[in-house]
């Protein structure tokens, strides 16, 4: 029998006094097929029960000696969680919403993530967390933990931390301050970035050796001690109206300034525009149609540049290139603009050349190029507007109580989508050169969209500068290739599959993640369900397809550029995952591009 079997009828026992785990008895007695359990060559290796109203204390489980992933969260479980010490091939430990009490799991130095929030937690944060390397997520949030957070922490992984709601003095460390004040919130003395400056320290050497005296983001549940008096108290009253003054008339002036700037923009464009169309210099053409410096390509509704100038515009974000801007026309036709700046044009021809070739790119997974602008101070790219967000929002944005994941069907559907549009554009002999999460947008139809295509050679030599994207073999990111486009593709494959960023641009505490080394470095050491997002832990039925889709990801970040596989071939394996075609969309309706012959473009090399 299952060694793992007994240890877990004796969990049972004293943990489910309502008979919940009803199918774990002793007539099944393999429990590698019981609900919640999952098991690696025979032993146990993941134990998954949330929710379940369970009870008393997880000692039972410090027999289970395989076990990697143990996640109890929402239950009533008690009693110390020091008891898991022994297990040593723990990653992933997930108790939180419970009542364990006692101290920090000191001895578990091998998790790759712990949330122990919303629980009774005391004593102090041990300073041998500083050798938890592999540590990716720390949650301790809401219990009551006490004393300063050890000063040599200094996690290069670390992506979630939370520390609020507990009882923690002192300065935080330098490490951390890249988190959100949020992550500290609600301590009654913890001070230093991101929360206020810690007051000088040689005056209050007699009161605490170097602790805080500023009570940062004091609890308003938390009661106070009776030395606070009443007028501190009025003064932190006064200065929190001010602040909260001081935010409003901030925000005011800045809309005021923002405002100004889009008005003084877009006149600027418009004398730009008049210019140009009183020098009468752009001449029609059969397939197109050029007016006010505006050049509209194949089956585009024309409209003049005032229009677009004129257009409702809402800045949709900054990029390697300049801004996007989604505007409103006035046959409420959306559209997205976006402002080349940051970029080397050599001259008009050469630019129409570009946008011609890219213009004429139909796809039903591409997003399209519908017209152009080139004046002397501006250059302005007129796409379709997406206006179901991108791969990158649906991904990373609001991560935290309250999101919606992102399924792992939906994931996929992307992933073969956003292949489809890279190969697409590589068959006509063109590179993206941009393959990121923000550049995948999905449409009204739900169709995943490959967005900023073939402008990298428009770049400028700083323009991809820490792109977490690029490939290690590309010096200078105007020279990419269909190969390097690959490896970017392959990093975008990974963030889906680990909810990881592979980069945070102004060195913030993601900076020195390097994603596919990271993931390659976990996979040797045969960890691979490890690195799977947290939001992907309930699909625990795919997870054979996730650990293939890994390996793909692998192959397309293969150092050599020889060694990674050719876009349709990532194409081909990602629908052989289902054995179905995934996020299939009607490529005759968008496809205008078989007729086309494209000129061999120079950003193939
Ligand atoms: N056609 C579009 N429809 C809807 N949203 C778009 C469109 N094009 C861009 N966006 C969004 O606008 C934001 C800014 O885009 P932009 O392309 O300027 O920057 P980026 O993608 O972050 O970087 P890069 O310039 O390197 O591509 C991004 O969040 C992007 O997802």
Not at 3 to 32: E, G, I, V, Y
Not at 248 to 272: E, I, K, P, Q, T
Not at 312 to 321: D, H, I, N, T, V
Request: with cysteine; hydrophobic share 40%.
């Amino acid at each position: 029998t299952n060694p793992d079997f007994h240890p877990l009828m004796s969990f049972k026992a004293s943990s489910d006094p309502s008979d919940t785990l009803s199918q774990w008895n002793s007539t099944t007695s393999n429990p590698c097929t019981w609900y919640g359990v999952s098991c690696l060559r025979n032993r146990v290796s993941r134990l998954v029960l949330e929710d379940l109203n369970l009870t008393g204390s997880i000692h039972p489980l410090t027999s289970l000696t395989q076990l990697r992933i143990l996640s109890l969260k929402r239950n009533r479980f008690n009693g110390p969680v020091t008891s898991l010490a022994n297990l040593t091939t723990l990653r992933l430990l997930f108790l939180s919403h419970n009542n364990f009490s006692g101290h920090f799991p000191a001895a578990l130095t091998s998790l790759y993530r712990l949330n122990l929030s919303h629980n009774s937690l005391s004593g102090e944060i041990p300073a041998t967390l500083s050798r938890w390397t592999h540590l990716l997520t720390l949650q301790l949030d809401s219990n009551r933990l006490q004393g300063r957070i050890p000063s040599n922490i200094n996690l290069s992984h670390l992506h979630d931390f939370n520390v609020s709601n507990n009882l923690l003095s002192g300065q935080i460390p330098e490490s951390l301050s890249a988190f959100p004040g949020s992550a500290f919130s609600n301590n009654p003395s913890l001070c230093g970035a991101p929360l206020r400056e810690c007051k000088a320290k040689s005056k209050n050497k007699s009161k605490s050796k170097g602790e805080a005296v500023i009570p940062a983001l004091a609890s308003p549940l938390k009661p106070r001690s009776d030395s606070d008096s009443g007028r501190p108290r009025r003064r932190e009253r006064i200065m929190g109206v001010l602040v909260l003054i001081g935010i409003v008339v901030g925000d005011v002036v800045v809309l005021g300034l923002v405002s100004l700037l889009l008005y003084c923009y877009f006149w600027r464009n418009y004398s730009a525009a008049a210019e140009l169309r009183k020098e009468g210099k752009e001449r029609r053409r059969s397939w197109k149609m050029v007016d006010d410096g505006m050049v509209f390509l194949e089956g585009v509704r024309r409209f003049e540049l005032e229009e677009l100038l004129r257009a409702s515009a809402e800045m949709l974000g900054k990029g390697a290139f300049g801004s996007a801007y989604k505007a409103v026309l006035d046959d409420g036709t959306v559209v997205a603009v976006k402002r080349l700046k940051e970029v080397s044009v050599g001259g008009k021809r050469e630019f129409q050349q570009r946008m011609e070739v890219l213009g004429r790119l139909r796809h039903c997974n591409v997003v399209s190029l519908r017209a152009y602008c080139f004046t002397k101070d501006d250059k302005f790219l007129v796409s379709d507007y997406m206006c179901n967000a991108s791969f990158s929002f649906l991904l990373h944005g609001n991560r935290g109580p309250g999101r919606t994941p992102l399924e792992w069907t939906m994931r996929l559907k992307i992933a073969a989508g956003a292949a489809r549009g890279v190969a697409f554009i590589h068959k006509h002999k063109l590179t993206h050169g941009n393959i990121k999460a923000t550049n995948v947008l999905i449409d009204v139809a739900g169709n995943p969209r490959v967005a900023d295509f073939g402008l990298s050679i428009f770049a400028t030599a700083s323009t991809f500068r820490s792109n977490g994207y690029l490939a290690p073999e590309v010096s200078d990111g105007r020279k990419q290739t269909q190969m390097s486009d690959v490896y970017s593709f392959g990093v975008l494959l990974i963030e889906m599959l680990t909810g990881k960023c592979p980069s945070a641009v102004g060195g913030g505490h993601e900076a020195a993640v390097d994603l596919p080394r990271w993931v390659r470095s976990v996979v040797r050491e045969e960890w691979t369900a490890e690195v799977f997002d947290l939001e992907l832990m309930s699909y625990k039925d795919n997870e054979e397809e996730m650990v293939a889709l890994l390996q793909i990801a692998i192959a397309c970040t293969a150092t050599e550029p020889h060694q990674r596989p050719t876009m349709s071939h990532v194409v081909k394996m990602i629908e052989e995952l289902r054995g179905v075609q995934m996020s299939p969309c009607d490529e005759g309706l968008d496809s205008l591009s078989e007729s086309l012959s494209v000129p061999e473009a120079r950003a193939t090399q």
